[in-house]
């Protein structure tokens, strides 16, 4: 599957705008058939969007349930004898679809594209009306999980474990797209460096193409043509290569044709970023050079458009990443948009690039130590069908992600349950999928608090170690003295292992304006002095090679005693602007930092 794109044979239309929408009350509209005309009743809803913040009540905000979307476009009339596919980059969890009436497919899974043939279903130069039912209730066999329940008689609640809101839609864009029967249908690129040559290992699978040929041509930036092949496995050498580096996203252009004689029946392009990735003891090398992180765990989170993609302010976001000299960013807790991804590529950005598996762990629950009532693995909770949801998502993930250069490591999860035999058992299989997807990436899980050093039986699957630490925030609150000691005793341990450590999340809640002269949580000094107490301890240990505060900006959360207002862990506000903290950060990345904006 690829994305959809413009190109000399391929055309696609974006279906962004407002659709009509209604929420499934009563769980009936499968029964009544929503689908089989207009969706009588309808309000607006704006694609791409949460849906949960464009209204002004409760009980809308925080319904699970169907969502039901319909719109109707003209086909273009040039697209006859095309094959015509829809292709969704997100539907928060799941969908099914429907083209006038009839049902095309399904996909489960919220954060990851799908796209599905529709070709018998539409006349060029008819229109077509599009139905797309939208769930958005967690389950434990869903990544991420959670649970509905009800209490004292009232009506049931979806409660789940992670610490950011579920919100829900369409959140990225709906694209109609055409392209010749005889297609490409897949590329994967690996990169290698041969002293100042550049080496493009690329291979093309192909649909309906007995008989044709393939060609491959590479063009540097500028357009010019760097080197070419035919065949659908090929190694393309290029003398004098220019490199992919943090900071410096230099990408070549691969076009990939499918020919008949002197025709080209199909084309498209992939970007391609001539970069290595390796792990050499405790180092973590790009291009042969270790890599020192920094940078954020962040969220896809606004005001009012919740986890909508909006070019707009991504840009903002990059250009706070930039100003800050942050040259990477871990995607908690899902992946992020396509977009978010070119635009990493493009810049150089390094990319720890998460699953949606977060919350596979009872004892926490919204930022909050404390047990969950359940058992996190058991038939009843996460099981086998849980794993194989988490299968499907890596495969998609791999699938998706495995030709950006930004792309340097795998999180194959966060914060799971892992100091338990249940926990091993569950994430071996899952490693061995994920290395035999992707053997050219390090891989890892990212390591919560209660699987200390010595507890953790994940840990053991991983190349790089990903902790997320509170000392001074959840443990040992307000006394940094015993938390720097605590600390820096854990970490020694973990630097006994002779891997690299990312530290993934450490982080304060703080009031932006609320100042303290002796500091005390919740103020702008009190972040201040949490995050030099921790750098004090990274410091003391070679194998800490990156830092990732948590979070890049305060987010939307579900209501608890120990959110007001959302999460306030942000070192950027939630519109983004700057807490004190971030010009401390600001001066300390430019010195750490490997590729930031000021190199
Ligand atoms: C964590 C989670 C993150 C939370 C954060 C917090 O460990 O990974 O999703 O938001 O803690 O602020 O509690």
Redesign the pocket.
Known sequence: MLRPQDTATRERKRLDGLWDFRLDRDAAGRTERWFAGPLAGAAKMAVPASFNDLVADLETRDFFGDLWYSTTVRVPRGWSGQRVTLYVESATHRATVWANGAEVGSHEGGYLPFELDVTDHVTPGEEVRLTICVNNTLSFQSIPPGVIESQFGGPPKQRYF???FNYAGLHRSVWLAAGPAAHIDDVTVVTDIDGTTGVVRSTVAASGADGLAVRQILRDAAGAEAARADGADVSLRVEDAHLWRPGAGYLYDLELQLTDGETVVDSYHQAVGIRTVAVDGTRFLVNGEAVYFTGF?MHEDHAIVGKQHNDALMLRDFANLSWINANSVRT??YPYSDDFMDHADRVGLLVIDETPA?GLNMS?G???FGTQGYTTYSPDTINDETQANHAAVIRELIARDKNRPSVVLWSLA??PETETEGGEEYFRPLFELARELDPTRPLGV?N??VATHGKCRVSQFGDVLML?R?YGW?VFTGDLDFAEKAWTHELSGWASEGKPIIIT?Y?A?TIPGLHQLVPQPWSEEYQQAYYAMNHRVFDRFDAVIGEHP??YAD?A?TSGI?RVDG?K?GIFTRDRQPKQVAHALRTRWAAKSTGHADE
């Open positions: 992670h610490d950011f765990g908690s807790h977060v926490i919204g930022g909050l966060n914060e990212v919560m608090m997320n509170y959840y999340e982080g809640d948590w979070a987010f959360t120990a999460n862990k």
